[in-house]
């Protein structure tokens, strides 16, 4: 089959693809339910904390990358190599004793069993845990017809007993509080359980579960992975009902996508290496079983399901999506996941990889809502064993939702306007002045009266636009590269400077601290005229279209430019020109080597003067010896997306010499995410509490970081909340001390 247009992934066939509701009440109820529970909140942020602190222990213990890059090689070759496995696996296991069937969609995948079931009159299944299972709604269309399924896995049990679907793919009631789950048996079970005692409430489990394996007709599993080599199913499990569903009951039935393929059992062990620290963070699951044909006595059908997959791996944006091994890491490190659970952020298939799924095994309008959520932090990206571009791809699901439902009339309104640069530099003149009522000639707009302002100013104050914008600061056209006050290794270079459309409207003061620590190093900077906006700002939002727009007008004014460098003090903006601009024109063979060109050159303003310039140690510290005393705030971009750690510490330590004290979680967002804060405030006023209660904890009084994004976020949350904290971007403290050397 041929390959739909990448430029628009959601063809007509897609349109097809029809979700049976599973929890069908509207994505905004479901989130006003999860934002209203407190509890909620409090359960997931222990278990992230929690979790992220036992992954760090166990993942000393092995090369991570290296692990991760052989099995993404592993599953790259199954994929690729589909049917191939599929005809060596099934010749195998086939050869073992155990019948083969194939289902395209879910109903004949749930037909094919239904019809086994009946076939041997089953009345009672037992089910280990299995999310193809969740995925086809077999418990619902069982019920339909009498036949009872039971979950053993403990999670999984509770949450049916509750009449819920799994939160997380792992753990499917890491949302629930031992007391809820204490009140959930004691109403179930007709006794009194413990709300406190979780052993009580295992035992109690254990004791109802039991009988379920022996009187069972049918036991259904799923599958961790199929190794084709061999012919052989590995399943992972904690508590050993898998062995139990698997081996007692006379007819054993295995549930698995067609994706789960690894060639060879070398790969399985790589799998078992980084799925538990992934997924659990141990070192591995307590049970790891290999089936290779049925039980003596015992019938066995393997269920191979479609319903979607191929249609990913057709669509090269989507296809590494099929690699995934359903750790659920990309879940546990999810800053909205934690405020609101994984009833709210996916669908079936929870977490960022649910996000990206969700169109292709249950339709758009299933992922249309959840997908709103993702606020671009890159943090999944970073922990997904297979190195899955989770972010990218879920700025692709953005695009399929926008093409195919539209936007908001105001936010579509807003990004056509602001995709017109003379335009928009016309109505920010005018902004500059009309704004004079809400300042009052400060500079942040904190009037809370307003109601089209005052879900956004009731916790956090808004930046007003700059007097005079960077553009009118600064001369276009080259700044002579003097000779440098500080030894450095970029002395004579020629640099473009790209300040970003907030650098230049609200913090003009940031880039003129750029240029003014290029020009200390003795580099002739270039500030190329008719800069914009990079175009960021509807690439995030879904907006091909002027996305592009803005991406060739920024395009044009760079590469007219004989440059060694293109420096940005924005990671956001580095990040965009650096990586996004191959992904948004790769199917435009006019477009690609031009943008490709200007990706080559841009470069963040921490990274040059690190790498490029490499700075001295304690060539920028204070003449009079004091040392500064402060926090860093990592942005998402330029942590996750760029990989910048060691580059701003080594400015303030060593650079610098002042003293950095870590904020906890300091890999958290903040909880701007461009128009994600002003879309869902609610959650954005959480993770910028959080971030700000930890900065305070540090006893400092500066928080530093290198995104304006971010920097308007935080000054806000501390202007409304009357916090003495400053916050300051990286360039201003090393710009104080060029002009103090300047000064002497």
Known sequence: MAAPSTDLPLDAEYEEVHDHGHDDRPFGERYGDALGNAQLARNLTNFQQSWKSSRAGVMEEIDFDVLRHSLKAAKTEAIDNLDQYLD?????????????????DAGEATAIIHRIAVRHGVKLVAKSKSMVSEEIELNQRFAEDGIEVVETDLGEWIVQLRGERPSHMVMPAIHLARQEVGEVFTKELGREISRENV?????????????????????????????AEAGTVMMVTNEGNGRLTSSIPP??????????????????????????????????????????????????????????????????????ALHCIRCAACANVCPPYREVGGHVFGHIYSGAIGLVVTPFLHGIEAAAGPQSLCLSCNACEQVCPVDIPLPRQILDVRAMVAAEQGMKGPKAAILGLYSHARAMNVLLKIGTRAQLPLTRGHKMIRDRRLPVLKTQTRWRSLPA???RPLRDRLRSGPTTGAPPIIPNGAAGLTVAHFPGCMTDRIYPEQGEAVATVLAALGVMVMHPEGLH????????????????????????????????????????????????????FR???????????????????????????????????????????????????????????????????????????????????????????FEYPAVAERLMNRKLKNAEATGTRLIVTD???????????????????????IAELLADRVRERSAK
């Open 88 to 104: 060596q696996f099934v010749t195998h296991i086939e050869a073992a004793g155990t019948t083969v069937h194939f289902a395209m």
């Open 199 to 227: 052993t009580e409430q295992v035992h109690a489990a254990r004791d109802a579960i039991r009988d379920v394996f022996f009187n069972a007709g049918m036991g259904i599993t799923g599958a961790n992975a199929l190794i």
């Open 251 to 320: 007819v054993h039935v295995v549930l698995a996508g067609i994706e789960k393929l690894v060639p060879t059992y070398e790969d399985a062990m790589t799998q078992l290496r980084v799925l538990a620290r992934s997924a659990t963070a141990q070192r591995l699951t307590v049970y790891t079983t290999f089936i290779h044909g049925p039980s003596p006595g015992q019938e066995q059908h393997l269920v191979l399901v479609d319903n979607g997959r191929r249609r990913m791996r057709e669509l090269p944006e989507f296809r590494e």
């Open 465 to 467: 636009l700059a007097k």
């Open 533 to 584: 906006c990079c175009g960021l700002i509807p690439n995030n939002s879904g907006d091909v279209p002027h996305a592009k727009a803005m991406a060739r007008q920024t395009i044009e004014r760079l590469e007219s430019i004989p440059v060694d460098y293109i420096v940005s003090g924005s990671a956001s903006c580095v990040a965009m020109l650096g990586q996004d601009y191959a992904h948004l």
């Open 587 to 677: 199917n435009d063979p006019a477009w690609l080597p031009r943008a490709q060109a200007v990706s080559d050159k841009i470069v963040d303003f921490t990274s040059f003067l690190a790498t490029v310039a490499s700075l001295p140690p304690g060539s920028l510290a204070a003449l009079d010896g004091g040392q500064r005393e402060l926090t860093y705030h990592d942005s998402c971009q330029g942590l996750n997306a760029l990989g910048l750690s060691a580059e701003p510490r080594s400015l303030i330590e060593g650079v610098m010499g002042d003293r950095l004290v870590e904020l906890e979680e300091n890999t958290l967002c903040c909880g701007f995410g461009g128009s994600f804060s």
């Open 707 to 729: 995104n304006q994004g971010c920097i308007m976020h935080l000054r806000g949350g501390l202007d409304a909340s009357g916090r003495q904290i400053e916050v300051r971007h």
